[in-house]
């Protein structure tokens, strides 16, 4: 069974910077893909950045340039680099895993990440 822990989430000032992990146990062949998803109150949940097991990576538009996603196989960890907050990256920040080109099946509980003005 696949399971999925996030931590690093906190409360800091605009400006600031955070770094989420997301430690994997459990072996699913099915993962090729890790990605870092979002869900502000009120809001659907989106996609903020995802790492391929090739090493290829995707952001979305509200994070390019500041946030950095990446692994260490060896930790079975991925990392998101948050640089430069602003109060609008405010939210619930969930790891997810499993196979590209379908919803992931794999989720973690989430962590809180509050930005300050």
């Known amino acids: 069974q696949v399971q999925l822990v996030e931590s690093g989430g906190g409360l800091v000032q605009a400006g600031g910077s955070l770094t989420l992990s997301c430690k994997r146990t459990g072996v699913a062949v099915s993962i090729n893909v890790i990605g870092w998803y979002r869900q502000a109150p009120g809001k659907q949940r989106e996609l903020v950045a995802r790492?391929?097991?090739?090493?290829?990576?995707n952001y979305a538009d509200a994070v390019k340039g500041r946030f950095t996603i990446s692994k260490d196989n060896a930790k079975n960890t991925v990392y998101l680099q948050m640089n430069s907050l602003k109060p609008e990256d405010t939210a619930v920040y969930y790891c997810?895993?499993?196979?590209?080109?379908?919803?992931?099946?794999?989720w973690g509980q989430g962590t809180q990440v509050t930005v300050s003005s």
């Open positions: 997810a895993a499993g196979p590209a080109g379908r919803p992931p099946p794999y």
């Open positions: 790492i391929f097991n090739s090493g290829g990576t």
